[in-house]
Antibody, heavy 118, light 107 residues
Framework: QVTLKESGPGMLQPSKTLSLTCSFS??????????VSWIRQPSGKSLEWLAA???????YYNPSLKSRLTVSKDTSNTQVFLKITSVDIADTATYYC??????????WGQGVMVTVSS | DIQMTQSPASLSASLGETVTIECRAS??????LAWYQQKPGKSPQLLIY???SLHTGVPSRFSGSGSGTQYSLKINSLQSEDVASYFC?????????FGAGTKLELK
């Protein structure tokens, strides 16, 4: 059974660094073709793909945020991390991680709400 | 980036009706398109991938079609549990991009 779960701080102040963790089970990120992506969704709005890391350790970023994003994974291939630097109110959203296979996002976590507020 | 233009933004339909949602890409995405359903307070769920392939466990009343830059999602015989928002997504190129979404309600 494939499951993913996001965790994060819930709330943080502007200009701080947001650190998110995606813990998953039921698949191996070391399997060829496997990818874990991060996507976010402000309340009532559409989805924005942020970043991904693949089985080979290659990383992909949304150019609109690239300078602020860092995606990484742990050596056991059971967790993926996302850091967003210099957050502001516009980064308030629900953040999801999702398993990707051949581009499709076939399993998603439940999401974690992040509020940026002073 | 590839822009995804989705229409309509909202849709009201009756039970048993057939509805169609459209998505247009700003360039050819060679069937690298997925459709997701999102119910309030829940995460998106994959319905269709490769433009026309049904994801495991998705009811057969959902179907996808299209090619090039034009794609559509059809829901036959609308059920009450289909009330949700629907999003298209291209994965032909990074960065992946999504349509703005279609909110489907019952009439």
């Amino acid at each position: 059974q494939v499951t993913l779960k996001e965790s994060g701080p819930g709330m943080l102040q502007p200009s701080k660094t947001l650190s998110l963790t995606c813990s998953f089970s039921g698949f191996s990120l070391s399997t060829s073709g496997m990818v874990v992506s991060w996507i976010r969704q402000p309340s009532g709005k559409s989805l924005e793909w942020l970043a991904a890391i693949d089985w080979d350790g290659d990383k992909y970023y949304n150019p609109s945020l690239k300078s602020r994003l860092t995606v990484s994974k742990d050596t056991s291939n059971t967790q993926v991390f996302l850091k967003i630097t210099s957050v502001d109110i516009a980064d308030t959203a629900t953040y999801y991680c999702a398993r990707g296979l051949m581009g499709t996002l076939d399993y998603w976590g439940q999401g974690v709400m992040v509020t940026v507020s002073s | 980036d590839i822009q995804m233009t989705q229409s309509p933004a909202s849709l009201s339909a009756s039970l048993g009706e057939t509805v169609t949602i459209e998505c247009r890409a700003s360039e050819d995405i060679y069937n690298g398109l997925a459709w997701y359903q999102q119910k309030p307070g829940k995460s998106p769920q994959l319905l269709i991938y490769n433009a026309n392939s049904l994801h495991t466990g998705v009811p057969s009343r959902f179907s996808g079609s299209g090619s090039g830059t034009q794609y559509s999602l059809k829901i036959n015989s609308l059920q009450s549990e289909d009330v949700a928002s629907y999003f298209c997504q291209q994965y032909y190129n990074y960065p992946y991009t999504f349509g703005a979404g279609t909110k489907l309600e019952l009439k």
